[in-house]
């Protein structure tokens, strides 16, 4: 006879943004649920911005005065994310995005309705809703009315902890069981069902040793996430402890498991197995030490399909201040590379596939100094410092712009060129050669020109943030994880970046934790009411 150490209705595996949504759900539906994390929880989302892209009318941009309605946010949403769902699943995700809004305030999840007035890559503490992706950008204004739909979670600084703590501690009141310091190791299946899974836990450590475990956690997570070589220290250290006091458990999961373990962007032998040719090492590997892949590879040894796993998303957000979208990105041939204005990860995009992977920003003298008086009012603290370094550290600056190029080793006749259509663009009232707004493009004319480094390795200026968007192929109506034949593995669901979603194909901020709630509470849900139909 089978023996488990614990048992609950829905086992939920990775307790970040996806997990806890999952295990409401799966609370909600009335399931026993148990939460199992190998640190301490909060994952990847408690690191965030603490984004959600959500539009459609939530309640958010009608009290801030935006006029948005889902086929406006479908018609963007459908160029920006392509194929990498159905248009079903798309336009569902679309017409649940109020009420998706709705569900997070009712669990404690603090909005407010506050608009920004310029574009960015994050909004300063001043404001809580804005263009969060390449609405207002060239192309994407013809197919769809822009609006702003990053919601950011209220609160000062970095705001993830404001949208993971509230969930965490509604699930808790909703009587979610959580497990930290346990690490599942493998699924248990019986007569082809996932009926619970195999683990190694250190609940029962002395309890010094628990805080010890919890205190170097927390360094692993942040800073560790922008420092790699303490993170390897630190993970060190907490596998010694897993080694000496983990204990094997089993714990059974009567209706379903449902993994949310997150991508695995922190495992490089996995990177470099299924995006060989793509430049991750030079990056800044986005998430915390448990997006290793576990969960994924826990499914593929069950026979679970995978997709998009050679999907990347890197990240070189430009802005603020907001002025350098009127800059333009050349590469080390002088070549225009993109409507600066797209989003950070379009233009990270662009540079991945450039020679070297080398980019630069080319201003003038009359940008530089409307973008150094915007620094200090459009930017949080570490924006500025990132600007300030690129300003300082990562540029080079010419009297005339073949002298920046010669001092930055481009081209100059190349350059030359490029600015010229550029500014002959402008001046004759023609369409940006890359689809820039006519409000966003400024003439590049006064000297002295300044070229900012923006590539890949420019490791005197700022990293490169990089995350996984790929993972198990999951039943869109469901999230029911599906074998390479199509079938799906009864009682396995995964949800957010351990699963194909959403935002799988391309990403802009907000859409990853929007798709870990959207697919998080489908998963939860489901788990309960497909294992009453079995």
């Not at 963007?76 to 109020?98: H, I, N």
């Not at 207002?136 to 990053?150: E, H, I, M």
């Not at 962007?265 to 290793?292: C, F, H, K, S």
């Not at 994880?481 to 351990?498: D, K, N």
């Amino acid at each position: 006879m089978r023996t488990w150490d614990s048992s609950a209705d829905v086992v939920v595996v990775g307790y970040g943004g996806a997990g806890v949504a999952a295990a409401l759900a799966a609370r909600e539906s009335g399931a026993e649920v148990l939460a199992l994390d190998r640190y301490l929880g909060g994952g990847a989302t408690a690191l965030s911005g603490g984004i959600v892209y959500a539009g459609g009318g939530t309640w958010v941009q009608r009290a801030a005065g935006v006029d948005d309605d889902v086929e406006n946010m479908l018609a963007y949403l459908r160029a920006e994310v392509g194929d990498t769902v159905s248009e079903q699943t798309l336009r569902k995700f679309c017409e649940e995005s109020p009420a998706l809004i709705d569900w997070l305030t009712g669990h404690g999840v603090p909005f407010e309705a506050s608009l920004c007035p310029f574009k960015t890559s994050y909004p300063t503490d001043d404001y809580y809703l804005y263009y969060s992706g390449s609405e207002n950008s060239g192309g994407f204004r013809d197919l769809a009315t822009p609006r702003q739909r990053g919601h950011r979670a209220h609160g000062r600084g970095v705001s993830g902890k404001k949208l993971f703590g509230p969930l965490a501690d509604s699930a808790a009141k909703h009587g979610v069981e959580v497990r930290t310091g346990t690490r599942a190791t493998r699924l248990v299946v019986e007569d082809g069902r996932v009926v619970g899974i195999e683990a190694t836990t250190i609940a029962g450590a002395p309890a010094t040793v628990r805080r010890r475990f919890a205190a170097l956690a927390k360094i692993s997570a942040k800073p560790g996430v922008y420092h790699q070589g303490l993170r390897r220290a630190v993970q060190a250290l907490l596998a010694r402890i897993e080694r000496r006091h983990g204990v094997p458990v089993r714990i059974e999961a009567r209706k379903g498991v449902i993994l949310t373990t997150g991508g695995f962007i922190a495992n490089g032998e996995m990177v470099a197995r299924y995006a060989p040719d793509y430049p991750w090492a030079q990056g800044l590997p986005l998430g915390t030490a448990g997006d290793d892949g576990s969960g994924i590879t826990m499914a593929q040894a069950e026979g679970a399909a995978t997709d998009r796993m050679d999907v990347l998303s890197t990240w070189r957000f430009i802005a603020p201040p907001s002025a350098f979208f009127g800059s333009i990105a050349v590469d080390a041939n002088g070549q225009r590379m993109i409507d600066e204005s797209r989003y950070g990860a379009a233009l990270g995009a662009a540079i991945a596939t450039s020679p070297g992977n080398k980019a630069w920003l080319l201003t003038d003298d009359r940008l530089l100094t409307e973008a150094r008086r915007q620094l200090g009012e459009q930017s949080v603290w570490f924006q500025r410092m990132q600007a300030e370094r690129l300003l300082r550290v990562g540029s080079v600056t010419g009297r005339t712009v073949e002298q920046v190029a010669t001092r930055a080793g481009i081209e100059p006749t190349a350059l030359r060129k490029t600015v010229d259509a550029h500014n002959r663009a402008i001046e004759q009232e023609l369409p940006d050669p890359m689809g820039k707004p006519d409000d966003i493009r400024r003439p590049l004319q006064t000297g002295p020109f300044t070229l900012l480094d923006i590539s890949f390795k420019a490791r005197l200026t700022y990293p490169m943030p990089m995350l996984t968007l790929g993972g198990l192929v999951v039943d869109e109506e469901t999230g029911a994880v599906r074998t390479e034949s199509g079938s799906t593995i009864p009682g396995l669901f995964a949800a957010g970046r351990a699963a194909v979603g959403v935002c799988s194909n391309s990403y802009v901020s907000g859409l990853s934790l929007a798709d870990c709630v959207f697919s998080g509470r489908r998963a939860g849900t489901h788990s309960v009411e497909l294992a009453a139909t079995h």
